[in-house]
């Protein structure tokens, strides 16, 4: 099992920044990446960045490359999302996913933190 906490949400203006944070715990050995997702009311949740947790590989959504940046702390406990330029369309409640692989694929969310940018 592993637990994750997330942190650093909140409100701020059109062109501004936040920085997150997904904090692991738990059987984290076997993890293989982690992600950011984030879900409007109404929509999807979408993929917005994701990092491997051997390699430090990322992958970004289109709608936010160049803008976000995601990384993890030596240990791979701790991943981070920082945002900058924020869109009023980032407004979102994002989450932090870890997928591990045994015996198939498991995932474990966070409890999502809101982020709004707004004027």
């Known amino acids: 099992q592993v637990q994750l906490v997330e942190s650093g949400g909140g409100l701020v203006q059109p062109g501004g920044s936040l920085r997150l944070s997904c904090a692991a715990s738990?059987?984290?050995?076997?993890?293989?990446?982690m992600s950011w997702y984030r879900q409007v009311p109404g929509k999807e949740r979408e993929l917005v960045a994701a990092?491997?947790?051997?390699?430090?590989?990322?992958n970004y959504a289109d709608s936010v490359q160049g803008r976000f940046t995601i990384s993890r702390d030596n240990a791979g406990n701790t991943v981070y999302l920082e945002m900058n330029s924020l869109k009023p369309e980032d407004t979102a409640v994002y989450y932090c996913?870890?997928?591990?692989?045994?015996?198939?694929?498991?995932?474990?969310w966070g409890q999502g933190t809101q982020v709004t940018v707004s004027s």
């Open positions: 996913n870890a997928r591990e692989y045994n015996m198939g694929w498991n995932h474990y």
């Open positions: 738990g059987s984290i050995a076997t993890i293989y990446d």
């Open positions: 990092i491997t947790t051997s390699l430090g590989r990322t």
